[in-house]
């Protein structure tokens, strides 16, 4: 009896953990301005601590196109802008460069990324850019001005994800539309995330029943 009043009681407390984990969400916002001027905003939440840039671009619920490196994955193509995964620096191959450049808002304003988006973290409250022009790190067009309250606040049903996108971006394929030799990904129902209460509702009635049984249990043998 004692080893099962263990076993009961680090259960219990395993599952008020996951309960209490999962109900814990983060936002940051993502920017992505398209040749044309188009700005995509996206708010998007995440129950990690962090994540990083490119899981961020990967969660947001656009088609985008990457080409695995040696360390991490070259951003192709975002909502239909820019190049195949083959050929993923099409239109920069001189001088007169156009690519996705990449920034972070701070305090200050907009900063160029210096790190590629696979290493770099996101955390609550951060926002990310992606802007396509011509340019070199040192004048590539800035985006445009915004602030993490400007995205989520107009987005309050934020792009909800799971870890299963996060292995799409870790591995470099691309999500739909796909090109080259990259395996098609179907749409597919998203896995239960933070934010399903569905999911945190059976897991807190399976509790309820697993403490239930354990007082009866208990009682029975005090009665004994």
């Known amino acids: 009896m004692k080893r099962f009043a263990v076993f009961f009681f680090l259960v219990l407390i395993t599952?008020?953990?996951?309960?209490?984990?999962?109900?814990?969400?983060n936002r940051a916002g993502l920017v992505v301005i398209r040749e044309d001027g188009e700005v995509i905003?996206?708010?998007?939440?995440?129950?990690?601590?962090?994540?990083?840039?490119?899981?961020?671009?990967?969660?947001a619920?656009?088609?985008?196109?990457?080409?695995?490196?040696a360390l991490g994955a070259k951003v192709c193509s975002i909502a239909g802008q820019g190049c195949p995964a083959?050929?993923?620096?099409?239109?920069?191959?001189?001088s007169d460069c156009i690519y996705w450049s990449y920034?972070?808002?701070?305090?200050?304003?907009?900063?160029?990324?210096?790190?590629?988006?696979?290493?770099?973290?996101?955390?609550?409250?951060?926002?990310?850019?992606?802007?396509?022009?011509?340019?070199?790190?040192q004048n590539a067009p800035e985006p445009t001005p915004l602030t993490f309250a400007d995205i989520c606040a107009?987005?309050?049903?934020?792009?909800?994800?799971?870890?299963?996108?996060?292995?799409?971006?870790?591995?470099?394929?691309?999500v739909s539309p796909v090109v080259g030799e990259t395996a098609p990904l179907s749409a597919a129902e998203p896995a239960p995330t933070a934010?399903?209460?569905?999911?945190?509702?059976?897991?807190?009635?399976?509790l309820i029943i697993l403490l239930l049984a354990g007082i009866l249990l208990f009682r029975r043998e005090r009665s004994g």
């Open 61 to 69: 619920e656009l088609d985008l196109i990457t080409s695995s490196v």
């Open 41 to 59: 905003t996206r708010c998007v939440n995440f129950s990690e601590p962090e994540i990083t840039g490119l899981e961020l671009l990967s969660r």
């Open 103 to 137: 920034w972070h808002l701070q305090e200050d304003g907009w900063r160029y990324a210096n790190a590629g988006a696979g290493i770099y973290p996101i955390r609550d409250g951060d926002v990310d850019a992606w802007t396509w022009g011509p340019g070199t790190p």
């Open 15 to 25: 599952g008020l953990g996951t309960i209490a984990s999962a109900q814990e969400e």
């Open 195 to 206: 934010g399903d209460g569905g999911y945190l509702n059976y897991l807190l009635f399976a």
């Open 154 to 174: 107009a987005e309050p049903a934020a792009v909800e994800t799971s870890a299963a996108t996060a292995i799409i971006a870790a591995t470099g394929a691309a």
């Open 86 to 94: 083959e050929d993923c620096f099409c239109q920069c191959q001189g």
